[in-house]
C-alpha cells in the first residue's frame, strides 16, 4: 500500500514537472511572439516617419496629419555626435539617423496623430528646411500682446503655427485649466508677462523680438528651465525651431546644425561674388558697383553669422539688404545674380 501511494505521489510530481515545463515553452512562444511583433512596429512607424521626413525636404511650407499605431517616438540631437529618432514601445525600438535633417521636436512623441510641418529657412539664400514635429496631445497658448489690434504679434504667431495643432490666443487675465494634455506650451512676449499659475507639464517661454515685426530677429528665454536660459533667433522659422524643441539645449543643438550649414554656403556665395566682381569690375558697370557693395559686406568678420545672440542681429540686418541688392541685379541692369 506504502509502496502504491508513493508510486502516485511520483506521478503527480512527474505531471507538475512537464506540466510546468509546457506551460514555460507556451508562455515563451507568446513572449517572443510579442516582442516580435512590437518591434515590427516598431520599424512600421519608423519607416513611415522616415519617409515622411525625407518626403518634405523638397516641400516647404506644408503640415502633414501623420496617423499611426499607437507608438513612442524619442528624438535625440548631439551635435557632435549621431542624431536620431527611435520608434520604440515596451522596450522594444529601432532608431534612424537624422545628421543631416533639422528636426525641432519635443524629446517624446505619443499618440496616433503626429503633426509635422516644414519651413524653409532662407538668409537670404535658401540654407535648408525646418521640420517641426509635435503631436495632439501638446497645447500651445499664446499671450495676447494686443488686443485690440489683428496685426499684433500674437495673431502674427498664431498664423504662422500649424493650422492642426491644438492652439489659441488667451489673455493676461485668463487662467489657464489643466484640460488633460500630456504637454502645455505657453508663449508670451516681453510686454505681457502671464503671471498665473499653469498647469503641470508646461513649458513657458517669453520671446522678446527686436525688429519691427515677429519675422525680423530677437531672443527667446525659457523661463521655466532651471536656471533660466536665454537664446536668439533670426526670422520666424527659428522662433518656431525654439516653440516645439524640447528645451534650449535641443534648439541650441539644431539650430548649431542650421548654422554650420549657412556658413558653408556663406562661404561659397562670397567665393561667388569675388569671381563676378573680376568679371565685372567695381566702377565699370552698375553690376560691379553692386558686387562691390555685396562683397564688403560679405567681407566683413562682423557680418559672419553664428549662434551668438548679439551675432544674430548683425547678420539679420543686413539680409534683407541682400535680398534687395540681389534683386536690383536683375531689374533693369541684367547682371548674373549672387545666389
Do not use: H
Not at 505657453?186 to 508677462?193: D, K, Q, R
Not at 517661454?205 to 515677429?214: F, K, S, T, Y
Amino acid at each position: 500500500m506504502k509502496k502504491a501511494q508513493l508510486s502516485m505521489q511520483f506521478n503527480w510530481i512527474f505531471i507538475f514537472i512537464v506540466g510546468a515545463v509546457i506551460l514555460l515553452f507556451f508562455l515563451m512562444v507568446i513572449r517572443n511572439q510579442t516582442k516580435t511583433a512590437n518591434t515590427e512596429l516598431s520599424i512600421t512607424v519608423k519607416e513611415n516617419l522616415d519617409t515622411i521626413i525625407k518626403s518634405a525636404e523638397s516641400s516647404p511650407g506644408v503640415e502633414k496629419i501623420i496617423q499611426m499605431p499607437q507608438n513612442n517616438i524619442e528624438f535625440t540631437c548631439d551635435f557632435d555626435g549621431i542624431d536620431t529618432f527611435s520608434s520604440y514601445d515596451f522596450g522594444n525600438g529601432v532608431s534612424q539617423d537624422t545628421v543631416y535633417d533639422t528636426i525641432f521636436s519635443q524629446r517624446e512623441v505619443s499618440g496616433q496623430s503626429i503633426i509635422s510641418m516644414t519651413r524653409s529657412w532662407d538668409m537670404p539664400f535658401k540654407v535648408g528646411l525646418f521640420q517641426y514635429i509635435t503631436t495632439t496631445n501638446t497645447q500651445y497658448l499664446i499671450v495676447d500682446d494686443d488686443v485690440t489690434s489683428t496685426t499684433g504679434l500674437a495673431e502674427q504667431l498664431n498664423n504662422s503655427l500649424p493650422k492642426s495643432i491644438k492652439k489659441k490666443i488667451i489673455t493676461q487675465a485668463d487662467t489657464v485649466s489643466d484640460e488633460g494634455f500630456d504637454r502645455y506650451v505657453l508663449i508670451e512676449f516681453s510686454n505681457t508677462p502671464y503671471q498665473k499659475t499653469l498647469p503641470l507639464r508646461s513649458k513657458k517661454l517669453i520671446v522678446d523680438v527686436g525688429g519691427l515685426n515677429l519675422d525680423t530677429y530677437g531672443s527667446i528665454k525659457f523661463s521655466s528651465e532651471s536656471p533660466t536660459t536665454t537664446v536668439g533667433y533670426v526670422r520666424t522659422p527659428a522662433l518656431l525651431g525654439a516653440i516645439f524643441s524640447e528645451n534650449s539645449s535641443f534648439y541650441n543643438c539644431n539650430i548649431k546644425k542650421a548654422y554650420w550649414r549657412l556658413n558653408v554656403l556663406y562661404n561659397l556665395t562670397k567665393n561667388r561674388v569675388d569671381v563676378l566682381l573680376n568679371s565685372f569690375p567695381s566702377g565699370t558697370t552698375d553690376c560691379g558697383t553692386i558686387y562691390q557693395w555685396v562683397n564688403s559686406k560679405l567681407s566683413d568678420p562682423q557680418n559672419l553669422p553664428n549662434t551668438k545672440n548679439e551675432a544674430q542681429i548683425q547678420y539679420s540686418t543686413y539680409v534683407d539688404n541682400l535680398k534687395r541688392q540681389n534683386e536690383n541685379l536683375i531689374r533693369g541692369n541684367n547682371c548674373p545674380l549672387i545666389y
